[in-house]
């Protein structure tokens, strides 16, 4: 089988903690800061863990050599009537 490449837009924007989890960086703290407000542009600053669902879905399509541990299926619970 051949090696996947790893998307490359992917690689500038996430990268993985030593436990498999993703970091990224916040959102709106780039341009237009004048317009926010302090308590904005202080929680904007350093970075965050994305959620597991989120994260799942980088890491299994864009970014198959920064898995961890392998990725189990996800269980669809049985609806109860």
């Known amino acids: 089988m051949p090696k996947l490449k790893t998307k490359s ?12 989890k993703l970091k990224v960086k916040n959102a ?6 004048q317009n926010k407000s302090k308590k904005m542009k202080r929680k904007a600053r350093g970075t965050k863990l994305l959620c597991s669902a989120d994260a799942r879905i980088i890491l299994r399509n864009f970014m198959p050599y920064s898995r961890k541990v392998k990725l189990k299926p996800v269980k669809k619970t049985a609806e109860v009537a």
Do not use: E, I, N, P
Not at 28 to 33: P, S
């Open 9 to 20: 837009s992917v690689k500038k924007r996430f990268c993985t903690t030593s436990s498999g």
């Open 28 to 33: 709106y703290a780039r341009h237009m800061m």
